[in-house]
């Protein structure tokens, strides 16, 4: 090989073939905002069409290229405006119905999953924004790949905690009213802080009102890749030997996605939007964010070092990946997701990794508490609480953050929850019983913080 | 148009033989051969021109894993710009 090297290659092939390393999702930003209508019925056949126009060869030129290239691509999804947007001019209708709008065009082109059943109230409820909140329990049982996301605090506005404790009652009746089914209706619900209005991975993907009409974003992944990189390493060899290895294997990793956006948006004649630099991990073994951290020398995540390694990891995949990349955005950072990993289903089995570490690695990872199962009789005012504290840690150190919570509605703790697929399972992490509803209960807003002072 | 044939697995005879026999039964130009043994596996990699094969991808892709399962051996064709891509700054 002139051009190329022969352990280049191989390294490659390794990675694709043992590594688990894939192009996680290729999802399309559809704006709604022009299928704004007063009348539902209209609104709903605008949407639709705009849907299935615009994403009608997403799968087929997604497959093609995968196929062409050799590059494993698992996802293909949409994410559209939030629907409140588009409930505001019309005041007599039912979100439910734009709800099975967005499944049934979802199913139409083919896709996976479709985001954008949300609503953003940072600040405070704006018209349709309400009614959207109080139909996702419904919205969500009635659909099958409709993702909802709502985002109740900024770094700029503060935390809307009449929001967050409708949060709490929400996230309770999703799982209550798909009881039957795993309660999976709260693995496709999302509360955020500072949501990214670009990010292409579900349950948070939308639309923001910034983005352009329509536009193509890559979510790149290989945990998988990284913990073998790292396995390579001697482990006597310092955090900074580590640092690099990351960085290397991240630049590698992301420039795939790139490729891959590259040649879609090509094909597609839709613009390239952002590369999300992210380490998303699968319930299969070793393709596992917990198992890098432990690569690095932990005993099992969760224990003491576990905040600083994250913190390393999270920052060196960014370093690696921004230079690989045109633009980056969404979540961009190590995923933590306890039902998604098999390495942190290990570690909150056998204890290590309990909701409280949990929550201090969310101020150091990409996102939040994500797919981590609550015992069914966790309270509303419960719920809410983990959600204003994870907006707050969000909201001071501008990041984003989110939860998504699953309350196994009729289990206890030792039980399990089976997801299947990429949702994997999870076992039912205790929550401090001790309750915050005076707190919740006071409702308003916790005031924007002073780093939103910096004009 | 141009990939890379990679064929990984126990060492056995006319792995080269096979793999370059269905390529030219397919049209397609090798330009370029490398083998080695790395961590007591065989690799072969195959440089190849794709511009001129005879065969829908889909094809070319069945064949080419049917001989890399005849052999034992796994066999992989991905496209160079995805070395190029991850390798080359």
Known sequence: MSILNTKDILETIHMLTDQSLDVRTVTMGISLLDCISPDPGRACENIYRKITTRAARLVEVVEEISAEYGIPIVNKRISVTPVAMLLGAAPGADPVNYARTLDAAAKAVGVNFIGGFGALVHKGFGPGDERLLQAIPEALAVTDVVCSSVNVGSTKSGINMDAVARMGRIVRATAEGTAGNQCMGAAKLVTFCNAPEDNPFMAGAFHGPGEPDCELHVGVSGPGAVRAALASLPKDAPLDAVAELVKRTAFKITRLGQLVADLASERLGVPAGIIDLSLAPTPAVGDSVANILEEMGLESCGCCGTTAALALLNDAVKKGGVMASNHVGGLSGAFIPVSEDDGMICAAQRGSLTLEKLEAMTAVCSVGIDMVVLPGDTPAEVISGLIADEAAIGMVNGKTTAVRVIPAIGRGAGEVLDFGGLLGHAPIMPISRYSPAVFVGRGGRIPAPMQALKN | ?89
């Open chain 2, 1 to 89: 148009m141009k990939a890379v044939i990679t064929v990984i697995g126990r060492d056995t005879v006319g792995v080269i033989a096979r793999v370059s026999g269905v390529c030219s039964e397919m049209n397609i130009n090798i330009e370029d051969v490398t083998q080695s043994i790395m961590q007591q596996m065989f690799c072969m990699i195959m440089l190849v021109d794709l511009s001129r094969c005879s065969v829908p991808q889909e094809e070319m892709r069945r064949r080419l894993a049917e001989v890399g399962q005849e052999m034992r051996m796994q066999v992989n064709v991905t496209r160079q710009e995805v070395f190029d891509a991850m390798h080359h700054i």
